[in-house]
């Protein structure tokens, strides 16, 4: 790999380190995310300490953190594994942020920025997943678990049924790498969900 693509990677790993929701609560509230409801550094959580507005910007910010790496890698003639790369790198750096003591979020927005740009008809597909489950049973995690496993689904079987441009298999082995993060993150979440105890989106901390 030559040193223009370890420089892309690094950066956009950089970049994911920029954690949003952390600036933003602190920015507002003078207080850590990470110590106020769920303890999560996204915009759900966000949503709990700050409000809409607050939340919708973090929500906006990430996912634009996600899309950022891809196109400079398109933009710069990277090859598609390296692309993938950028993906996942910006993904590792929400969630393990170098500047905020590697404690970051789960990875659902900025996964889903990235992971957008690298499938985009497949990515609607799994929005509308996300949408469906999260507006039918108020589980944010619920939606968030599906959507992004269903995603390098969708991307191979698009690209066999010629919807989409069909991926390498190192492109779907990197995307399947991406959103194996974003489910370890959720490990807790599905815990709580198989034993009812999952906070729904609205729902006051029990």
Known sequence: MNGRWVALLAGSYLLGSI??????????KRADVRRIGSGNAGATNVLRAAGRWPALLVLALDIAKGIVPVRIARALGAPAEI???????????????????????????????ALLQLFPLP????????????????????????AAA???LAAWLFGRAGWA??????????????VAVVLLRHTGNIGRLLAGEERRLGEARR
Request: aromatic residues 12%.
């Open 19 to 28: 954690s949003f929701s952390l600036v933003v609560v602190y920015a507002l």
């Open 83 to 113: 692309v993938a790369a950028a993906a996942l790198a910006v993904i590792l750096g929400h969630v393990f942020p170098l500047f905020f003591g590697f404690r970051g979020g789960k990875g659902v927005a900025a996964g889903f920025g």
């Open 123 to 146: 990515g609607v597909a799994a929005l509308v997943i996300f949408l469906g489950l999260v507006i039918s049973t108020r589980y944010v995690s619920l939606g968030s678990i599906f």
């Open 150 to 152: 269903s995603l390098p």
């Open 165 to 178: 441009p069909a991926p390498s298999p190192m492109v779907l082995a990197i995307a399947c790498a991406s």
